[in-house]
């Protein structure tokens, strides 16, 4: 199915028979990735008694409960009240769902014990652009990312200077394919989170992160239009499912 757009007075068209998946499912094993010091999730199907929800158990239906977290379990998308003491829920704050998205490559740089990613990477990479979303993708990008245990691995992540340059340039939605744009243990300074959503300046309340996403080498950089599909959880995060589609 193609549709027609029209962007900033530029007619665009994309398939929407061609979606590029860019989450990474949530299953109840140890290929699932992991952060947080937490375990893997579960999925298991509800007792009662001797009554089983399973249908290989004798159960009409299949009736699975599922404890996960979404910060730790796979790709989510979380608001600023993932850092505020007032609740603030992404299921409240974001409200439109496609989005004009730049699709970058950057190399973590080390900078003492750690790899980082900087201000001017960022710069680089968007070359004047200023979409919707910005898309961060890092290399290494072996396909394990869909299933690494990363507690304990400080992970690269975003300098406080590149989180502030892309809120400037007016970006209102991060992905990015590690578990958070901040240092594994920063002492909860958050920095690149603050950076990103103003805090507590001038707070972007309509301004999200996703965390936790996978894109394939095999997909170009570029400009997509974004599809940023969310559960409907009244909670600061949410798994969620976002979907790239090629300007044609």
Same mark, same amino acid.
């Given at each position: ?8 007075? +530029? ?5 929407? *028979? !061609? @979606?590029?998946? /860019?989450? &990474? ?96 990477? +960022? ?5 004047? *652009? !200023? @979409?919707?979303? /910005?898309? &961060? ?110 300007? &044609?």
């Amino acid at each position: 199915m193609i549709v027609k757009l029209e962007i900033n007075t +530029i007619a665009k068209k994309i398939d929407l *028979s !061609k @979606p590029i998946d /860019i989450s &990474i499912p949530l299953t109840a094993s140890t290929e699932n990735p992991i952060a947080w010091y937490l375990n893997e999730p579960k999925i298991e199907p509800v007792k009662d008694g001797d009554w089983i929800g399973k249908v290989s158990e004798g159960a009409s239906v299949n009736f699975n409960s599922i404890e996960f977290n979404p910060h730790a379990h796979g790709t989510h998308t979380e608001c600023i009240g993932h850092i505020t003491t007032e609740f603030y829920s992404i299921n409240q704050t974001l409200k439109n769902f496609f989005f004009q998205a730049e699709l970058i490559t950057v190399i973590p740089f080390q900078k003492g014990d750690d790899f980082v990613i900087s201000k001017e990477q +960022i710069k680089n990479a968007l070359n004047g *652009s !200023k @979409p919707e979303a /910005i898309i &961060i993708r890092t290399i290494p990008n072996f396909d394990t990312k869909k299933s690494k245990k990363y507690s304990n691995t400080n992970w690269a992540y975003l300098l406080e200077e590149a989180a502030a340059y892309i809120k400037e340039v007016g970006i209102k939605h991060l992905l990015i394919d590690l578990p958070s744009v901040d240092k594994e243990k920063d002492e909860g300074e958050l920095l690149a989170h603050k950076a990103f959503w103003n805090y507590p300046l001038a707070p972007r309340l309509d301004a999200t992160i996703t965390e936790f996403i996978y894109v394939p080498t095999s997909i170009l950089d570029g400009c997509y239009m974004l599809n940023l599909q969310i559960a409907s959880f009244e909670n600061d995060a949410t798994p969620s499912k976002p979907i790239l589609y090629k300007f &044609i």
